[in-house]
């Protein structure tokens, strides 16, 4: 075992604090899950002193929270397989300079960077409305799409623009086409890329609320943002429900992290060798 120093000693002391602080808000939101509101009042920080099953019943039954999981699910893996589609293949063509005006491109999608997606609210609701287009998925799913593409475009035209030319000039010379270039070559080698502007895009719907919110209104299309701000009573809120309803919905998050956690993690840290 190594000496310890001062600056080792201050490293494992900032990691226990973080580490602290990362992890005592899901203990307390698992402990929570299992207590009445009065328990969690008068004990907020002690372990339950009976298990409260009926909270993960009432989260079932009653707010259908698994149905909720199930629409965050579909909205988000839908809104990640159109950006990662269509975002790689834009992405390609402006790296490359395919076409003329892919400067006026880069900034088209800044702006889209610098317009917060609120702002188009009113005319969103006013589309969906009009084209009969709310409580439906597909319109959801490209509406989270057309949000999450500019960040995911500029994180993958990054990648694929420090991909050698040599490798689609090659390709060309074996007969290949652009959309086998881009799926065949330079998809594989932009994979880190490609997860990671695909896990934003994927968190980022499976968060929503706004648009979820008012562009949803039927009880079976509603998402999890949207079942657990129901939950928030004028007079009283039910707790325990809720908290146990937060659990179930970050079950599925932390599934997708564990099988993908080397893919995960490698695009974070390519990402941090670009920048």
Known sequence: MGKWTIGKC????????????????????????????????????????????????????????????LNSFVFSAGACIVV????????????????????????????????????MLIPVVTMFTEFGMRDKYLPMIFLYAGINFPMSFYIITGFIAGISR????????DGA??????????FPIA????FTGAIMAFLTVYNELVFANTL??????KTISVRLLGLQGERFTSYGPMFASIVMSIIPIMII??????????????GAIKG
Do not use: H
């Open 84 to 119: 990662v589609i269509f975002v790689t293949m834009a992405a390609y063509v402006v790296a490359r300079k395919l076409i003329r005006g892919t400067t006026f491109l880069r900034l088209y999608y800044l702006l889209g960077l610098m317009i917060p997606p609120y702002a």
């Open 10 to 69: 201050v490293y494992w002391l900032l990691a226990l604090i973080f580490c602290f602080v990362f992890l005592y808000p899901v203990y307390f939101t698992i402990i929570s899950s299992f207590k009445n509101n009065n328990e969690i009042w008068n004990t907020m920080f002690a372990l339950p002193s009976s298990i409260e099953w009926g909270n993960y019943v009432s989260a079932i039954f009653d707010v259908q929270i698994l149905r909720a999981v």
């Open 257 to 270: 992290y564990l099988l993908f956690q080397e893919k995960i993690e490698g695009g974070a840290v390519a």
């Open 216 to 221: 949803l209104s039927t009880k079976a299309m």
């Open 166 to 173: 040599e490798l689609d000039e090659a390709a060309i010379v």
């Open 191 to 194: 994979k880190p890329g490609i």
């Open 177 to 186: 086409n652009t959309f086998q270039i881009v799926f065949g070559i330079i």
